[in-house]
């Protein structure tokens, strides 16, 4: 889709040649949101337990752990590693005879099975094709194993194929495929298949579908383990790629994980012909990936309650819990150790971003680190996508005896520091890197300062995070106001608790941290409701499909409303992917241009999780309309994923505020006047006539020649810096040197209102900005030449249409919950649409 949006938007963004691309992690996949089922449902690399199976005499458990596959007795406390890449080893599972392990491997741009013989220590693949296969799981007898794959069609559905002495054979496709007429938002139109495991008898496969299912990831099905054999429901519940049942040995009951009825997963039982479920486990974190002993005793299972992973058994009956902890590893390479220290231009030692590469070109973080994984990467430029863990100015890490590569950075205001060294094995090889400032110029007596819009502290992902760890993630990346977003995922609102009107108690004098709200209403557009001091605002969305909350109302200009009624500041997130086009898209239903119009629109996320320049099209448009739009900028960061769009402040918004103590009221208030620049990596300053960014300049009718000012200090190299006028690039600034800095001065002829800003871009992504592509632009200053609004009729025609568009599909609605809801929605339309024809003239 990115590749289509750079045709869109050619002549706006021209450039002659032609680099390699960044590109989604696992791009070979064709299912829609894949934020989502490549964190909850792929397996990611984590320095604690992501995963885990028993060995035949319930005396053991085989467990993936920071990338490889490790061993460890129940009453032992001492870990032996099987296996050590290449690549990244997850899954296990072992055959009942205990002489093979079977697993999933990423490396080389897919996932394979493998099969590793404990014997002899060998590894032999069992699948081929470059798809996507995970949780493999032996037959009771060991001679057949079901797994997931994605190699029909490009989607998870579940195979089946006979193992013999480290080989398949018989490789068959169990499900089929069957397509919905469903209006599925965040899953595909074709039914998933998930989560397989065998019978105790061998005879069936129980496994999550969500065929028939509007919402989540499915319920409970048993099948016959034959191709095509009829399937039933034996349990309805929504899911999310997490529940991974585990059938009992003695054939009766069913483990797995949900979340029904509360914010995190815990442990529940079912029987395994249906019936009633109740819950195993309790707690405000998640339990998952249970494994339930082949002696019936005990279920092992994974679980975040101290933040990172870690392996935990419970009994069956009598529920006492232990950690099963590792406190020695025994590795099966020669390993040495790494220490890293980050400090300051003062020299003293700094919260900072780490990403350690071993010889073996896998990632590396200390023992009790979060690791977490960007989500797309450049082929031609590395194996894996970016691994990086936040240290608190020092950290120690195990790794590969070999060449060790550090990389270092702290946000965007000092240089990425990098280094190698020479790891001996049985050694500790030290390495000090400085950080080293680039000047961020302000206006006298103001300075800049930095946050994100758009960061979800907890949002199903594999961590347990809390204010205090958000705060030390934001310092890491040199953040200072965190605006943390209470959000559904499905049914859960994870940190609904969290809410108080008021700054976090983790907050610091230098970070601010701030929990507001997204509103969900995908339809119409996600809003950031920033700053709420009475409430949350429930439910978090409308327009959902067979639910309560199926109407159209409340509308997003109604939710703005309620949010400005209780102090808060509002903005649209996370805009367009490609450029929206009223003319041919009879489906458009997003609400910008009618809350613009209505004047209930705060800023805009010009960068988010989103296409950039795409995003500026649109708002180029709103701007040449007269509408005074600011620039922000979020993430939409899951902080506490390990694999994510991120991290937090990887899109954010620089605020002019005085030089003084921060408070967030001074910071939104001035982001609310336009004194901000958003930003993925470059900094930006500009000035026309003296005016500052979000100022404006008034001059007599007629032409002029305007003075400029500009300036830019980069983290990487930049392509383009240009001035850019009422939609059109005013001047190209020509950029020398290693293109990370510059300070130009010129002059620029303007002879009608309107508005210009200074943007930098890159075409193509820039390792280590971990986005599409480097992007910042500040926000307008206002030119008003002859007291004449800024007008441009082809834009007010282009959102006129826009919005025709809105009110068709507002009178075709049969949601609503009473005629007054339909009144009060085609009002506010009709509204809008009075302010666009007024704008055309």
């Known amino acids: ?56 005499d319930s005396k053991s458990v085989v467990f993936s752990m920071a990338g490889s596959l490790w061993r460890q007795s129940l009453d032992s406390a001492t870990a032996k590693q099987l296996t050590a890449g290449p690549g990244y080893d997850y899954q296990p599972d072992c055959s009942p005879d205990g002489q093979w392990i079977i697993f999933a491997r990423y490396d080389n741009d897919a996932i394979d099975l493998y099969a590793l013989e404990l014997a002899t220590g060998r590894t032999a693949q069992l699948t081929r094709g470059g798809a996507v296969n995970v949780e493999p799981r032996f037959s009771p007898d060991g001679k057949q194993i079901v797994f997931v794959s994605t190699s029909f069609n490009r989607r998870f559905h579940i195979f089946v194929a006979d193992f013999s002495g480290g080989a398949l054979s018989n490789v068959q496709h169990l499900t089929g495929e069957d397509r919905t007429s469903l209006p599925r938002y965040y899953y595909s139109v074709y039914d998933h298949e998930i989560g397989p495991v065998w019978s105790p008898d061998g005879s069936e496969i129980l496994f999550i579908s969500n065929r028939g299912h509007l919402y989540g990831t499915g319920g409970m099905w048993r099948m016959k ?97 232990r950690q099963l902890a590792v406190k020695e590893r025994k590795y099966r390479v020669p390993m040495g150790r790494v220490r890293v220290t980050v400090l300051d231009a003062n020299g003293k030692p700094t919260p900072a971003r780490v990403s350690v590469t071993g010889p073996d070109k896998r990632a590396y973080a200390p023992d009790t680190a979060w690791m ?106 040199d953040l200072s106001v965190i605006n943390s977003l209470i959000v559904n995922k499905e049914q859960r609102v994870p940190d609904i608790s969290y809410f108080t009107g008021k700054l976090d108690p983790a907050s610091t ?7 507001g709200q997204e509103f969900h209403t995908s339809s119409l557009g996600h809003l950031a409701l920033l700053h709420l001091q009475k409430n949350i605002l429930l439910p978090d969305y409308a327009d959902y499909p067979r639910t309560a909350a199926a109407s159209l109302f409340p509308s997003n200009a109604t939710i703005l409303d309620m949010a400005h009624a209780q102090g808060g500041v509002a903005g649209y997130v996370h805009l367009f992917d490609e450029m929206p086009d009223p003319a041919k898209d009879a489906k458009l239903t997003h609400w910008l241009p009618a809350d613009v119009a209505l004047g209930k629109v705060d800023y805009i996320e010009v960068l988010g999780f989103a296409d950039h320049r795409a995003t500026a099209s649109v708002w180029y448009r709103l701007l040449n309309s007269g509408f005074r739009i600011p620039a922000g900028a979020g993430t939409d960061a899951m902080a506490n994923y390990a694999a994510l769009h991120g991290p937090v402040g990887l899109n954010r918004v620089y605020v002019r505020v005085p030089a ?48 400029f000012s500009a300036a830019l200090r980069s983290i990487v190299p930049i392509e383009h810096l240009e001035i850019v006028c009422n939609g059109q690039v005013a001047q190209q600034l020509r950029l020398s040197g290693d293109h990370t800095s510059a300070d130009i001065r010129g002059a620029l002829t303007l002879d009608k209102s309107g508005w210009c800003v200074l943007r930098a871009w890159n075409q193509n992504g820039t390792h280590p900005v971990l986005d599409l592509y480097p992007y910042a632009t500040t926000s307008p200053i206002y030119v008003t030449i002859g007291g004449a609004s800024a007008r441009s009729a082809a834009d007010a025609a282009y959102f006129l249409a ?34 666009w024809v007024e704008r055309q003239k």
């Open 1 to 56: 889709m990115r590749q289509l949006i750079a045709v869109l938007i050619f002549s706006m963004f021209a450039v002659p040649a032609a680099f390699a691309q960044r590109e989604p992690v696992l791009k070979q996949i064709d299912v829609p949101h894949p934020y989502y089922w490549r964190e909850m449902y792929i397996p990611q690399l984590t320095t604690g337990p992501s995963s885990v199976a028993w060995t035949p």
């Open 225 to 321: 383990a034959q191709p095509g054999a009829e399937r039933r429901e034996i349990f309805s519940e929504e899911t999310t790629w997490k529940a991974r049942p585990d059938w009992s040995s003695d054939g009766k009951r069913i483990v797995w994980s949900s979340y029904a009825g509360r914010n995190w997963h815990q442990l529940w039982v079912l029987p395994a012909g249906g019936g009633y479920a109740f819950p195993l486990t309790y707690g405000e974190y998640d339990n998952t990936a249970p494994r339930w002993s082949p002696d019936g005793r005990t279920i092992a299972f994974v679980s975040n309650r101290d933040g990172n992973t870690s392996l935990w058994l419970q009994e069956i009956p009598g529920g006492a819990q």
């Open 372 to 477: 977490h994984a960007d989500d797309g990467f450049t082929r031609s430029e590395r194996p894996f996508e970016a691994h990086y863990f936040h240290a608190r100015g020092s950290a120690e890490i195990a790794v590969p005896a070999g060449k060790v590569e550090v990389e270092v950075m702290k946000g965007f205001e000092s240089r990425v520091e990098r280094a190698s060294v020479e790891v001996a094995d049985g050694t500790v090889a030290a390495v000090t890197l400085r950080l080293r400032p680039m000047e961020l110029r302000a206006v006298a007596g103001t300075r800049w300062v930095s946050g994100d819009l758009h960061i979800h502290m907890n949002y199903a992902g594999t961590y347990r995070n809390t204010p205090k760890n958000l705060v030390a993630q934001a310092e890491a990346e």
């Open 509 to 515: 004098s230098s970070t601010l941290l701030w929990h």
């Open 660 to 707: 003084e103590p921060l408070r967030m009221e001074t910071w939104l208030a001035n982001l609310r006047k336009g004194r901000t620049f958003a930003t993925n990596g470059p900094l930006l300053d500009f000035s026309l006539n003296g005016k500052a960014i979000g100022e404006e300049i008034a001059l007599p009718a007629g032409k002029h020649e305007v003075r």
């Open 802 to 835: 826009w919005v025709d568009r809105l009110i068709a599909n507002a009178q075709g609605n049969t949601n609503w919950n009473a005629p007054a809801e339909k009144e009060i929605v085609l009002k506010q339309l009709q509204e809008a649409r009075a302010v």
